[in-house]
């Protein structure tokens, strides 16, 4: 490609309301321009690394077994009726009516349309294991989309459907697609890691996010650094305390800690370690009869290290609190603990109601709560001793930095990361719903195993930017570049040395199968590097007229500091093998 | 590919909705399923085809010049309204609201989306010319969708829109469009024609259909078999005739016709050519205030031989009806004619109106038309003995088979095509409405010079399939084929021999990179034939036991009517020799 037939249009400023590095960057390189909240022209340079992470994802799924096909981007809502997401998603999925004012909606993802396909297409056994899948348009109607491509409302997905006979062909088919994925990240040259995921309701093992490591992530992964263990925020365990919860040492006393709300400001009011403190949660849930009424609500008091945070997922794992939950009212607080949020604490209860204390927290002596009185703490408190033992207690927790691993392999360790792929055990959640069946061996109806495999097409570049980039701009990987090499020849117009040179190497490239853009712009060479340093190109080549009066050109790696000179004859020679082609 | 690993979906009966012969195929064959009106699933084996379309017009846009990007599919209104379409557009456009209750429409083309695109990044005449196109899906909310891919509503474009700085280089980016398409189509082994297009409003000459030929085409198409002219039947232009117009011969008489409202009943009637009778058509123009009230009307009556048809698109070119124009309503036909339609004619009318004749009907001499009272009509009719010479003489009429060609070089021929490309210069139609500029080389703003170029990917394989199928189904050109090869063991089950020649066929069919599917599904062999004759699949190669124990295979071209013998030993050679690799 030449330059001067390209459309290479970069920015020396990004827009205000580019938040995040990878949407200026994007934007200020010319990759992408705003048509509206959430919706992007991908211009020519940034569609070319698009087109590369789909060749790589294609070339991968192909080698996987799995077949493309392409769903429709408007669907009729029947299907989506059948499954009851019409009615439950909410407005981010986009219904809308066309003439004749038939429900439509614009898919954010295909698992309707695909158990469709699979109940009419897959009829015997002997057609199974199968794996369909799209690389196609999506919307999401986000209520803030922001980031650029990271959190946009139209984007490119590609999502796998996995059907399977049974349970455990499902969980080998999902295997496949796990090693596939590994298989895609490792060509993107990204530093990721795949993290174990809650599965939800479907219950299992088998769910795992493709993070791409990224200090502005928005995903706290958790990991540990003596073994393989690694699971997203909402998944990874917090295990009991090893040893004993220690005998009671301190009497029972009620403090004053005067306009101290927070675990936090009384530990330090106090002087004590803020891991001493125990913060009260106070959720309800409610039983409804057949009318939807609540005709019964029940309270519940849960307990956490001051340091620690909730887990809303785990929580939602506690029995009897998971069909669902609410944050309690005013009127309940004030009717349990005669108290104001801010010094609420388990002992002397109004009423009794079920307390749920985390795994720390089931383990500690001499603890400091609430004192449910205004401007009042307890300290002393001890289970057995001030009130009885709770009720449960379970995992309630995010985990933190040094806890141990899971695995007892060693302590976690907690990074940043941007969820770029999905895989998904679905079991026969979509089946059943769209009673989907094949006939089995049996000779009788049976429903699909089905597993379903995300990645964000459009959201890969951009997670990309986020873990390689400098003050000057992007550093792509040479398998998602735009282009993986730039020639650069300086003063072409005055030059006639200069521009054959560069024209030759130029050739010498493009018939070597190498992915060469030439910059015959005429732009003067500051400006011409910038560009390329901007736009983030890999290699780059400089050809000038004083150093091939010495023979030499420039070759500089996007991350290098400085140009190293090659001899001009052996520019081509040495570019294809910093290339390896 | 293996066969067992893709999906074949073939089926023994086309739905009952399917009208035409490539849409009852494309469905028997597995390559698309309705998911709801207008709207289909590209299966596995017609999204082989879709992207050997693709690859083949992208190759050859980006070979021609161009840059490729993406737009949205969602757009915002507001562009679409900067050029009116939002409103004037019918309910073909397909108009959201989002969770935000903001306008956008899905689009159906990208016109104001470049536009935008290049007002903003096209800033001066150093970076024309430039064409930027895309490979995108549409929806056009047609009212009664039907044939399936030929006319469905969610469909795949490829559409081209060029910047020029001048009409000079448009025309020239025009013409290397032209020729890039007439690449692609040869590429595709299709038999076309590029025929001139009218260009509406636009005026010259600039616009061309790219029309595959097939008998079941829906337009009609126009072309002389002694030279290159080619157009579509808008556009085809019906010379005047050579010959001056011959004396009167016959007095003019008032004949009973009793219930003979039509032309040909007339002609019959009275038993003499249908050639010798003139029909009158009723139309009439408004003159509106600034209200869009109607100030005043005219009524027009327009004479074509009895045996020709309208031409709706000459008839809005002739001065007084370019700006518009309606059929008369029965009161104006009444108050002008003092008859119902049916026996209409020029002579004695109540109140005077405008004529024009077709170039046919002037030079004309002893016509029949209606006498302006039901059940006569009036022979011998004459210009200037019994009514003045028409206002005005214009082509209003398709040409016929036989019409001499515009080129002077012969009679013309009429075939039946399937529009799937066009070629059109815009001018400044788009840039003048959204003020798009860059700045020219004396520094002054100017409107861009456009064209626009379009190609239905997903039509194309219809197209392709109305020309080339037969009954037992289809039959694909090589570079279109979902596969190019298909390798059919029979009985690999029970024999080794089979098992491993086929194998080693495909095997080295593969590594020659030849698109070979390997059917190992197992299948009696009636059922595999008939499966790959109706996919279409051009060229087959059989391995059966018989066979190698003589040591050779069967090669069978789809057209062929029977196999070839060919020694075992041979037939990779052999196959390769077919495919010219």
Redesign the interface.
Known sequence: MKAS???I?TLKEAPADAEVVSHQLMTRA?MI?K??AG??????MG?RV?QKVEAIVREEMNRA?A??????????AELWQETGRFEKMG??L?R?K??HERD?I?QPTSEE?VT??AR??LRSYK?LP?N?YQI??K?R?E?RPRFGLMRG??FIMKDAYSFDRDEAGAKASYQVMAAAYRRIFDRFGLKYRAVAADSGAIGGDLSEEFQVIAATGEDAIVYCPASDYAANMEKAEALAPAGPRPAPANPMVKTPTPGKSTCADVAEYLGVPLATTVKSLVLATDELNEAGEIVRSQVWLLLLRGDHDMNEVKVSKVPGLDKGFRFASIPEIDAHFGCKPGYLGPVGLKQPLKIVADREVAVMADWICGSNEPDFHTTGVNWGRDLPEPDLVADLRNVVEGDPSPDGKGALAIERGIEVGHVFYLGTKYSKAMNATFLDTDGKPKHFEMGCYGIGITRLPAAAIEQNHDERGIVWPDAIAPFTVVVCPVGADRSEAVKAAADELYAGLLAAGVDVILDDRGERPGAMFADWELIGVPHRVTIGDRGLKEGMVEYQHRRDAAATKVPAAEALAFVKGRLGV
Chains 1, 2 share one sequence.
């Open positions: 037939q390209f459309l249009t010319g321009r048509l509206g919706i992007y022209n991908y211009m020519p569609l698009i077994g077949v493309e096909m392409t769903m429709p981007v408007v669907q009729p407005p981010e986009l809308i066309d003439r439509y614009i349309v469709d396909v009419q297409e057609q199968k369909l196609q348009t919307f109607d209520r409302r139209e």
